[in-house]
């Protein structure tokens, strides 16, 4: 279940909560908005039953206030969506920093490394094998991969705001990916066969470049 398909069934974008380090949680305050005079927790609940019938939807838990919390069993479908439709419209993507001083306090460098090394990841899998077919999503369980996959969970209700703040965004899902790209290898080792969470983490990187591509501008190298 990803950010698109949960506004279809709530009329509005949810936005991660929490961490995701242990398990992927999107909230939503859609049931005040729907109250009509009715008690928000009264129509938060009627929300969440017809919620829990879909595939995908792990549990909706509903607090005192109505707020909807959506915990979702597959949080690798937000990358897989994102590859396969592009993101969202991006009206005014953010102008990116300079790329010199090439160091780590740069956001413009920061964000150039990260695109350039999504597009390595591209290269190397081509090299060694990794199948661009056969993505499973439920693969992409690590939390630095989970990290990753919370930010470009944002997209739509970023989209969605008034302020949603691309350059930033740009620098976290930056830094998030370089934490994914060092801690958890996408392309085998040594002479290890290629397996699922290969062409997973190739799929999370395509849509990590897809994504910061979209959101600032100039265009991005794809080496350094």
């Given at each position: 279940?990803?950010?698109?398909?949960?506004?279809?069934?709530?009329?509005?974008?949810?936005?991660?909560?929490?961490?995701?380090?242990?398990?992927?949680?999107?909230?939503?305050?859609?049931?005040?908005?729907?109250?009509?005079?009715?008690?928000?927790?009264?129509?938060?609940?009627?929300?969440?039953?017809?919620?829990?019938?879909?595939?995908?939807?792990?549990?909706?838990?509903?607090?005192?206030?109505?707020?909807?919390?959506i915990t979702v069993t597959a949080?690798?479908?937000?990358?897989?969506?994102?590859?396969?439709?592009?993101?969202?419209?991006?009206?005014?993507?953010?102008?990116?920093?300079?790329?010199?001083?090439?160091?780590?306090?740069?956001?413009?460098?920061?964000v150039r490394y990260a695109y350039?090394?999504?597009?390595?990841?591209?290269?190397?899998?081509?090299?060694?094998?990794?199948?661009?077919?056969?993505?499973?999503?439920?693969?992409?369980?690590?939390?630095?991969?989970?990290?990753?996959?919370?930010?470009?969970?944002?997209?739509?209700?970023?989209?969605?705001?008034?302020?949603?703040?691309?350059?930033?965004?740009?620098?976290?899902?930056?830094?998030?990916?370089?934490?994914?790209?060092?801690?958890?290898?996408a392309v085998p080792w040594g002479?290890?066969?290629?397996?699922?969470?290969?062409?997973?983490?190739?799929?999370?990187?395509?849509?990590?470049?897809?994504?910061?591509?979209?959101?600032?501008?100039?265009?991005?190298?794809?080496?350094?």
């Amino acid at each position: 279940m990803t950010p698109d398909q949960l506004a279809e069934l709530l009329g509005a974008p949810p936005a991660p909560w929490g961490s995701w380090e242990s398990e992927a949680v999107y909230g939503s305050p859609v049931a005040f908005r729907a109250a009509s005079g009715r008690p928000p927790r009264e129509v938060a609940e009627e929300i969440a039953e017809r919620l829990r019938e879909h595939h995908g939807i792990k549990a909706v838990t509903v607090r005192p206030d109505g707020f909807l919390l959506i915990t979702v069993t597959a949080p690798g479908e937000v990358a897989g969506e994102i590859v396969r439709k592009g993101p969202p419209e991006i009206r005014e993507p953010a102008a990116l920093a300079p790329d010199f001083p090439r160091t780590w306090d740069n956001p413009g460098f920061v964000v150039r490394y990260a695109y350039a090394r999504a597009a390595a990841v591209r290269r190397w899998a081509r090299d060694l094998g990794v199948p661009e077919e056969g993505f499973r999503p439920e693969a992409l369980d690590d939390p630095h991969d989970r990290a990753v996959l919370r930010l470009l969970a944002e997209l739509p209700s970023r989209t969605a705001s008034r302020d949603p703040a691309w350059g930033a965004y740009a620098g976290q899902l930056a830094l998030a990916y370089h934490d994914a790209h060092e801690h958890c290898p996408a392309v085998p080792w040594g002479d290890r066969p290629a397996s699922d969470v290969h062409t997973a983490r190739l799929r999370l990187a395509t849509a990590v470049r897809t994504v910061l591509a979209a959101v600032v501008t100039p265009a991005l190298p794809e080496r350094l």
